[in-house]
């Protein structure tokens, strides 16, 4: 079987309000495999993962993002996401008088007219414990750290995007909920299928890692000031930046 | 008519009104009453009339409606009630019928009020014959489905002048639904309708009313409310397709105890339209309340005003006041002027207003789930729009969803 590349990064320099954020950053995410993006508060995280979606704010000052064989550096985000990217958000801002239902209507390619969400999206609403009453509220309005996070996952579901990335999916839920809405991660990532069978990609942007006892990763990346300065095995990685920090794990990968 | 209040009327030919452009009166037809032919079934109404009624929440098959009247130009041209718990009825019909009816004309909108109150009074005593319609609901009646009225403008450069009484009797529940349109080859006329309300103790109406005229119409709708002891008014407005301007200012009179008063105002700015939508509420009973809600969105280059004014009068009133405005053009204007006044300890009275732009950061949101800027922004106006109607049975809410969000469509 040929292992294709879904993702690739290349030499990405990344400028946010005239500040360097990002440099020489190289990523390659192949069809099914789930990345983990690790690092300290302000490395960076958020603004690749930014960057990967498109957002206006942050400027790609060097290098490319091809996303299934073809350079989207250039493309505004809408037309990313309707190639197949998604995102979860760790704080996403609420619209007030649009109701989380017409959303998914949207997300899922329903006609906005119909009165009643589809069967299909209603059942996975109630996997991940909401009702209707839930669903006619306004999107993120008054949600709960945990409803936020459960549904910027139920979006992606009716989404059905071929490389998500998540950014700390599981920050503000409480840890029943956590397992809930790992269950689901994993059913967007293709993890109840066979290694060679799964479709989907994904990168978990988290630092404290605890969302990786339930979602298997394949390879994580440690992001220091900017740079991608260590990348392997999750486990071992995690290990390392138990007992050294981050910047031990760094002089670890060094080493290595 | 009184000779009194003719005298008044004359007196204020020429009285300019507070808000609003001033309009020249002369520039207008006065068509008579009668020009247009009575009909007795819905389906009589011409094809393209019964289109533009649709728009406007009309329907002309009368499905769950408890009666309807259309007046076209000056004329009373249909009228049916299937309930014998409310009337409606052109008003000349019931000047006829209920010799008391007169004592409640002029009683909660000043006859001298301006040049446009005063025209209408003044028309009628010409014509010898009242426009407009006459609804009430006998005492302890409750009609679940609504009434409809509609005032079309058929002809160009009419005015147009309409004298409504509204009467809810003591404990009566009542819907009504009033859409106001003109017809496709109409571009410039004015509309001057004068609605009188008064719920007695214990009603209840909802009143809910569309707006969809030309471009080029005028239109001064003059509304007073006198409200009894608990008793509840509660008045949606929805106006989001161009017009050349419309001023209205209805007043309501809390007199009564635990009296209630709620105006919701939704209001979409476009082309050249001056919207100057405001609401007044007086609250003089004993523990009356009132909510004054308008959401506004300017494009183009019209310009809106949302007035409030919040009287409390005496102990124990609450009130509330709410303005939201979204700018979406540089040429276009919101002015939300809320006004609050208290001559009376005990009371509470709030108002809350902002006027802004739509937010960068949800607009990117919704891109980041595959919308186009574009889309986004108008998910988010019509969201900011279609505010929650309240106080309407599920049936007509239900209706009256679908009338907003087809009035949306536009926007």
Redesign the interface.
Known sequence: MVVKLLLEINDLAVEVSGRQVLEHIDLYIDQGETHVLLGPNGSGKSTLFMAI?G??KYKVTNGEIIFKGEDITDL???ER??KGIG?S?QN??S?????LM??LK??SGQDPKDEKLSPQIKELANKLKFDQRFLDR?VNLGFSGGEVKRSEIL?LLA?KPDFIMFDEPDSGVDIENVELLADQINVLLDKEKKLGMRKKSGLIITHLGYILNFVNADTANVLLDGRIACSGNPAEIMEDIREEGFKGCVECCKVN | MLQSQLEKAKKAKEKKALYGEDIDLEEFIKEEAGEHETLTEGSEIPKKVQESLLKVGVDPEEKERAGTFIQMDQSGIYSTSMDESVEIMGMNVALDKYKWLKDYMWKAVPVDADKYTAQTALRESEIGESSGYFIRSLPGSKEVFPLQACMFIGDEKIMQTAHNIIIAEENSELHIITGCATGEDVSSALHVGVSEFYLKKGAKITFTMVHNWAEQVDVRPRTGIMVGDNATFMNNYILTSPVKSIQSYPTAYCTGKNSRIGFQSILGGQKESILDIGGRVLLEGEGSSAEIISRAVSKDQSQLYARGHLAGRTQNVKGHLECHGLVLSDDSMIYAVPELEGSATELEMSHEAAVGKI?E??V??????????DEAAS??V??????DIKGLPPELAKETKKMLDMSLEGI
């Open positions: 979606l957002f206006p505004t985000t809408t996401v309707r995102v958000f996403p801002p619209v007030r008088g649009v109701k017409d959303l949207v997300e306004d979006q989404q | 937010s950061e949800e990117l949101y919704l891109t980041s789930r595959g919308l186009t800027e998910m988010i019509k969201g900011f729009l279609s505010m």
